[in-house]
Each structure stands twice: as structure tokens, then as C-alpha cells.
């Protein structure tokens, strides 16, 4: 089962674009990189998911290596709402589970 | 409005009292899920369920049991075994079958298990 890596911590300037980085060596070809934030005491929230091709929502952007060991989480435009647990996962897709690892923590500062 | 409710927040029982933990979704999804979170860390996988009366252990299940007698609904029970249940409990659904591997999954608020 295909496992990720996140830094532990992470700053960045509130209006700057926050690019979070995950590696997912492992990856199988059917598995998905979903990508969720929790803030704290509060349920997950799911912010945006890929398989090969670089995706874009309202939320964020999702880029993935062309050898998909590695992809990179784009908030374009952070706030001091963004600061939050980000996490980089894995769809174990023979039966739809995910792996979950321990995930970045996001600081916005003023 | 659609969602997927955990019942109740916070939860205070004695040791080695069976406690049970309440979710009920009504997205009309197939899959549904417990984990387990410890301070500072990442989600870990109780149990889950593909369908109706059936389910798989996930990879902490021991002192756990849960059911799936209707769709909507996937209670949690916390029994006497686990040795440290102290710790908070998310129930998260998802479409399953065969297009479950291309969708989200959705979570529930929590609920904070205190073991005294």
C-alpha cells in the first residue's frame, strides 16, 4: 500500500501562495492523491483529488509528476483561514480506503 | 441538507463501561468508515463497511465492534478490551463500488471519548 511523506510544519505569508509538497513513491497505477485539511477538533474536510492529470477547484490547485511520485498542493491565495493539518493520501482502490500519515501543519501569518 | 452526523461531541464514561458511538449519513453512500486519532497524529482505520451487513477490520480493531443494519447508519462500539480508548472518533461515508475510488469521502464532526 502505497504510503506518503509530508514535512511536518510549514509558514507562509498570508496573500502568498502556499505550495505544499508530498511524496508518494509507492503510488500504484489505479490510486488516487486525495489531499484534506482539518482544523483543529474538527471532522476533515476534502479539498481536491487527482490521478495523473493536474486539477484545479475553487479551493486549490493539484499538480502531479509526470512519474506521479510526488505531487504538490497549491493554495493560491492564503488566509489566516487556511492554517490548518494538510494531508497527502492515498486511495487504496481494491477497497476504497484511504491511508492517512500525519500530515502538514500549515501556519498563516499576518 | 445533506451530511453525515456524529452523536454525541464530547463523551465521558468510566473504564471499563461498553460505550457506543452513534453516525448516521443520508447521502445515500454505500461506504462508511471509523477511525481513531491521537493527539498530533493522523487517522487510523477501525473498521469500515462496503455495504449492508457486512464489514472489514481496518488496522486498529481489536476492542472495537461495529454494525451496518441499514445504510445510513454505522455505530461504534468502544468496548471494555480496548485498552486505551481515550481519543477522537470520526465517521467519514463515500460512494463505494467500483466508483468509489474516484470520489471523496465525507466526514462527520467527531466525538471526543473521554475514559475515566
Known amino acids: 500500500d502505497a504510503k506518503t511523506t509530508q514535512p511536518t510544519s510549514m509558514d507562509c505569508a498570508e496573500g502568498r501562495a502556499a505550495n505544499l509538497p508530498c511524496n508518494h513513491s509507492?503510488?500504484?497505477?489505479?490510486?488516487?492523491v486525495y489531499w484534506y485539511r482539518q482544523i483543529h477538533s474538527q471532522g476533515p474536510q476534502y479539498i481536491i483529488h487527482?490521478?495523473?492529470?493536474?486539477e484545479t477547484n475553487e479551493m486549490a490547485s493539484l499538480i502531479i509528476t509526470e512519474d506521479r511520485k510526488s505531487s504538490t498542493l497549491i493554495l493560491p491565495h492564503a488566509t489566516l483561514r487556511d492554517t490548518a493539518v494538510y494531508y497527502c493520501?492515498?486511495?487504496?482502490?481494491?477497497?476504497?480506503?484511504?491511508?492517512w500519515g500525519a500530515g502538514t501543519k500549515l501556519i498563516i501569518k499576518p | 441538507d445533506g451530511g453525515i452526523t456524529q452523536s454525541p461531541k464530547y463523551l465521558f464514561r468510566k473504564e471499563g463501561q461498553n460505550v457506543t458511538l452513534s453516525c448516521e449519513q443520508n447521502?445515500?453512500?454505500?461506504?462508511m468508515y471509523w477511525y481513531r486519532q491521537d493527539p498530533g497524529q493522523g487517522l487510523r482505520l477501525i473498521y469500515y463497511?462496503?455495504?449492508?451487513?457486512?464489514?472489514q477490520k481496518g488496522d486498529i480493531a481489536e476492542g472495537y465492534s461495529v454494525s451496518r443494519e441499514k445504510k445510513e447508519s454505522f455505530p461504534l462500539t468502544v468496548t471494555s478490551a480496548q485498552k486505551n480508548p481515550t481519543a477522537f472518533y470520526l465517521c467519514?461515508?463515500?460512494?463505494?463500488?467500483?466508483?468509489?475510488?474516484?470520489?471523496?469521502?465525507?466526514f462527520g464532526q467527531g466525538t471526543r471519548l473521554t475514559v475515566v
Open positions: 467519514a461515508s463515500r460512494v463505494g463500488g467500483p466508483a468509489g475510488g474516484n470520489t471523496e469521502a465525507f
Open positions: 447521502l445515500n453512500h454505500d461506504a
Open positions: 463497511s462496503q455495504i449492508v451487513n457486512d464489514f
Open positions: 509507492t503510488i500504484s497505477g489505479n490510486e488516487y
Open positions: 487527482g490521478l495523473k492529470n493536474n
Open positions: 493520501i492515498v486511495s487504496r482502490d481494491s477497497n476504497y480506503q484511504l491511508i
